[in-house]
């Protein structure tokens, strides 16, 4: 499985949902980097299930326990490891899984390449339980960076139409990504938390899903990280965003909109502040053939509806190879766009801090 990610610093994700539980090893990690437990924590808990009536009601505590790396609060250089033990399991919800595949999900596809040994419970390795590792270790990862003068945050864009207010990608305040990167439900107009959640309640009632889009910006990058054609900053940050379980597009700065605009439209004009060059917009993202200009680096991540619903579907029996319909069982998020930021927010991290690494700016 393709489940280690990174070149200058390694993460490699392990467990499966009902497994005894999941974890992560984080290599090449510089020693003598502070660890601030409860920064971490709030992050954990920002993408654990059971908190809110959103997401599933799978309740599992996401303390990770740290098996190595880790001496009086500080990285050593040696592997991280940490371990988030499984307590809230209900594997009996899955058994029928292993004949009629989910619509939507990995069961037939990971059925095919795994010669059907792959474990079904919960997803097993495909699933969203492995972000839980995904987040301590791009908890990790946010704080070497925020040393170094880099934040990271993010809000949700959309839930299935009804969408946040927008931040003017030029010029975004840290105050308001420090705010929203320790929120559960974050928006930068919190008014419209209210309109979302009904559309996610409506769903639910429906025994339905809906998905939606996560924005994120990188602030104090400095100009000149990422490499061209290959190596570029939306080459590395993509590969570990499409990491995310449910992400189904990434797109950079006007990303798709910018095929509607003409190039004096969507070129950045510079402009020198302070002694230092700017642009007046960011239609870029903050990237210029795959090079950090120094402006926000912002993407937007496209959030599928959750493919384990109740209502009645159509699928096929594995054994009589036969048409069929599924009604899946189990406790699962009418919609996963709230916890899904944290993760993209992890994911971006761990990325920044790869991209860092190699041109030796940690």
């Known amino acids: 499985m393709g489940s280690t990610w990174g070149e200058a610093i390694r993460v490699s994700i392990f467990g499966e949902s009902h497994g005894g539980g999941v974890g992560v090893v984080i290599d090449n990690l510089p020693a003598g980097e502070a660890l601030d437990w409860d920064a971490v924590l709030v992050q954990m808990a920002r993408r654990a299930p059971g908190r809110d009536r959103s997401s599933t009601p799978r309740k599992e505590a996401d303390l990770p326990e740290i098996l190595s790396g880790v001496?009086?609060?500080?990285?050593?250089?040696?592997?991280?490891?940490?371990?988030?033990?499984?307590?809230?399991?209900?594997?009996?919800?899955?058994?029928?899984?292993?004949?009629?595949?989910?619509?939507?999900?990995?069961?037939?596809?990971?059925?095919?390449?795994?010669?059907?040994?792959?474990?079904?419970?919960?997803?097993?390795?495909?699933?969203?339980?492995?972000?839980?590792?995904?987040?301590?270790?791009?908890?990790?990862?946010r704080q070497i960076l925020e040393r170094r003068g880099v934040k990271i945050g993010g809000h949700i864009a959309e839930i299935h139409g009804v969408r946040d207010a927008d931040w003017n990608p030029a010029d975004i305040p840290g105050e308001l990504l420090e705010r929203l990167s320790s929120a559960y439900f974050p928006l930068i107009d919190p008014e419209r938390e209210d309109a979302m959640r009904a559309e996610i309640e409506q769903a639910r009632l429906e025994q339905?899903?809906?998905?939606?889009?996560?924005?994120?910006?990188?602030?104090?990058?400095?100009?000149?990280?990422?490499?061209?054609?290959?190596?570029?900053?939306?080459?590395?940050?993509?590969?570990?965003?499409?990491?995310?379980?449910?992400?189904?597009?990434?797109?950079?700065?006007?990303?798709?909109?910018?095929?509607?605009?003409?190039?004096?439209?969507?070129?950045?004009?510079?402009?020198?502040?302070?002694?230092?060059?700017?642009?007046?917009?960011?239609?870029?993202?903050?990237?210029?053939?795959?090079?950090?200009?120094?402006?926000?680096?912002?993407?937007?991540?496209?959030?599928?509806?959750?493919?384990?619903?109740?209502?009645?579907?159509?699928?096929?029996?594995?054994?009589?190879?036969?048409?069929?319909?599924?009604?899946?069982?189990?406790?699962?998020?009418?919609?996963?766009?709230?916890?899904?930021?944290?993760?993209?927010?992890?994911?971006?991290?761990?990325?920044v801090v790869n991209l860092l690494a190699e041109r030796g700016k940690l």
């Open 71 to 141: 001496w009086e609060e500080r990285t050593t250089g040696a592997p991280l490891c940490a371990l988030i033990r499984n307590t809230n399991t209900r594997s009996q919800d899955y058994e029928a899984l292993r004949r009629f595949p989910r619509p939507g999900h990995s069961d037939y596809p990971g059925f095919i390449r795994y010669g059907g040994y792959n474990d079904i419970r919960g997803g097993g390795h495909f699933s969203g339980r492995l972000t839980a590792p995904l987040v301590f270790a791009g908890a990790v990862c």
């Open 208 to 351: 339905d899903s809906v998905g939606g889009v996560v924005e994120c910006a990188v602030l104090g990058l400095p100009a000149g990280i990422g490499s061209p054609m290959f190596g570029g900053v939306e080459n590395v940050l993509s590969s570990v965003l499409f990491g995310v379980p449910a992400v189904k597009g990434v797109e950079f700065g006007a990303g798709f909109g910018a095929a509607s605009l003409r190039g004096s439209e969507d070129n950045d004009a510079y402009y020198v502040e302070n002694g230092g060059v700017k642009t007046r917009t960011n239609h870029s993202g903050g990237i210029l053939g795959g090079i950090t200009t120094g402006m926000p680096v912002v993407f937007r991540a496209a959030v599928k509806p959750t493919s384990s619903i109740a209502r009645e579907q159509d699928t096929v029996d594995l054994e009589t190879m036969r048409d069929a319909k599924l009604s899946v069982h189990g406790r699962h998020d009418p919609c996963i766009v709230p916890r899904a930021v944290p993760v993209l927010e992890a994911a971006a991290a761990i990325g």
